[in-house]
C-alpha cells in the first residue's frame, strides 16, 4: 500500500498526538525526501519512513528496545512496503537490526542531525530556520553542551556510511528543514 504524505501525517498525529513529535517526523521526512535521489531512491517513499518513523514512541519511550519494532509491526499491518517498514524498524540501529542500505542507514542519520538543527535555530537571534546557515549550525555541532541529546557520532556516520561530509550532509538536512520550515512553525 502507497500511503501519501498526508495520510502519513496523520498517522503520525494519531499515533504519538504531541505536535513537536509530529514536527520532528515532518523535518526527518523532508530531509530523507532531499537525500533519496542521491542514492537512486524514490523520495516519496524515502519522505514516509521519516515520516513514519516514530510512530511507536508513545508506546515505547519507556522501552526502547522495542522501538522501531512495534512501528514495524503496524505498518506491515496497515500495508506499508518492506522497504519503508524495514528503514523505519532499523533507524534505531538496535543489535541484529542495524541499518543495511541507504535509506535505512539516511534515516538513522537524519533522525539525530534534525533535533540539531531544530535546537540551532531557536537559539538563533531570529528563531527562524531561515536565519540559519550550515556553519551557524556547524558551530553548535561542536558545542558536546549544546543539544546533548543529537548523538554526535551518529551524526558523524554520513561520511563512512553514505559516503556524504559532514558540511555537505548538514547543508542537505538544514536546505530540506528551510523547505517545510512553515510546517515545522520554524
Same mark, same amino acid.
Given at each position: 500500500? /502507497?500511503?501519501? !504524505?498526508?495520510?502519513?501525517? @496523520?498517522?503520525?498525529?494519531?499515533?504519538? *498526538?504531541?505536535?513537536?513529535?509530529?514536527?520532528?517526523?515532518?523535518?526527518?521526512?523532508?530531509?530523507?525526501?532531499?537525500?533519496?535521489?542521491?542514492? *537512486?531512491?524514490?523520495?516519496? !517513499?524515502? +519522505?514516509?519512513?521519516?515520516?513514519?518513523?516514530?510512530? @511507536?514512541?508513545?508506546? &515505547? %519511550? @519507556?522501552?526502547? +528496545?522495542?522501538?522501531?519494532?512495534?512501528?514495524?509491526?503496524?505498518? !506491515?499491518?496497515?500495508?506499508?512496503?518492506?522497504?519503508?517498514?524495514?528503514?523505519?524498524?532499523?533507524?534505531?540501529?538496535?543489535?541484529?537490526?542495524?541499518?543495511?542500505?541507504?535509506?535505512?542507514?539516511?534515516?538513522?542519520?537524519? @533522525?539525530?542531525? &534534525? *533535533?540539531?538543527?531544530?535546537?540551532?535555530?531557536?537559539?538563533?537571534?531570529?528563531?527562524?530556520?531561515?536565519?540559519?546557515?550550515?556553519?551557524? #549550525?556547524?558551530?553548535?555541532?561542536?558545542?558536546? !553542551?549544546?543539544?546533548?541529546?543529537?548523538?554526535?557520532?551518529?551524526? %558523524?556516520?554520513? /561520511?563512512?556510511?553514505?559516503?556524504?561530509?559532514?558540511? +555537505?550532509? #548538514?547543508?542537505? #538536512?538544514?536546505?530540506?528543514?528551510?523547505?517545510?520550515? /512553515? +510546517?515545522? *512553525?520554524?
Amino acid at each position: 500500500m /502507497e500511503l501519501t !504524505r498526508q495520510e502519513a501525517i @496523520d498517522i503520525a498525529r494519531e499515533r504519538v *498526538g504531541n505536535e513537536n513529535l509530529v514536527k520532528h517526523m515532518i523535518a526527518v521526512g523532508a530531509a530523507m525526501r532531499a537525500l533519496a535521489p542521491r542514492f *537512486g531512491g524514490d523520495p516519496d !517513499r524515502w +519522505e514516509l519512513a521519516g515520516i513514519l518513523h516514530d510512530i @511507536d514512541y508513545n508506546e &515505547t %519511550k @519507556d522501552n526502547f +528496545e522495542k522501538h522501531g519494532h512495534l512501528s514495524y509491526e503496524w505498518l !506491515r499491518q496497515m500495508g506499508v512496503d518492506e522497504d519503508i517498514a524495514a528503514a523505519v524498524r532499523a533507524h534505531p540501529a538496535h543489535p541484529g537490526f542495524e541499518p543495511k542500505n541507504p535509506m535505512q542507514w539516511a534515516l538513522h542519520i537524519v @533522525d539525530p542531525l &534534525t *533535533g540539531l538543527i531544530v535546537a540551532a535555530a531557536l537559539m538563533h537571534p531570529s528563531r527562524k530556520l531561515a536565519g540559519v546557515d550550515t556553519k551557524f #549550525v556547524l558551530r553548535r555541532f561542536k558545542e558536546k !553542551r549544546f543539544a546533548a541529546g543529537a548523538n554526535r557520532e551518529q551524526i %558523524k556516520l554520513c /561520511e563512512p556510511k553514505l559516503g556524504i561530509p559532514l558540511e +555537505e550532509f #548538514v547543508s542537505i #538536512v538544514l536546505g530540506a528543514m528551510q523547505s517545510v520550515a /512553515e +510546517e515545522l *512553525g520554524l
